[in-house]
């Protein structure tokens, strides 16, 4: 089971947070693998906002606080931002799960685009922007690249 939310957050408040993470001073890091699973899945760029129980970014009191209210998030575990570059051919990442215990993993598309999250192997959630996907931790799922546009960002978290 999962539960999509359009218009998850105000629009002025996403489209600052849209134009910032798309900007050309936003900072991404450079990582190897997709999936701890899978250590040929691709690479991709990411920014953690919070990570080992303590804020990594300031974009955490800017944005995200507002989507962990809205989340109803009493303890959160992580958020990380993801981008992933356009590709000439549809890519998935290794199927997985986030961590190895049952809490909540919610998923926030920043952009539309033509790449998806797929559930279960079955269930295709489309990137559309200001869009929250929630989930159990449990379920497994894979990134798909997008072929469209240069750029696609989700921001990723786990809490309870």
Known sequence: MYEIIDDF???????????????PDFPWFYQFSMTDEN??????FSHFFFKEHEIKSEGYHKYIKHILNNLKCNSLIRARANLQLKREKVYYSGLHTDLDFSCKTSIFYINTNNGFTLLNKKDKIDCKENRMLIFNSL????SV????????????????
């Open 39 to 44: 250590k040929n899945d691709g690479s991709y």
């Open 139 to 142: 379920t497994k799922h894979q």
């Open 9 to 23: 957050l105000d629009k002025d408040l996403f489209k600052s947070l849209q134009l910032e993470m798309m900007g």
């Open 145 to 160: 690249s997008q072929t469209d546009i240069d750029q696609r960002i989700v921001i990723n978290f786990n809490y309870f």
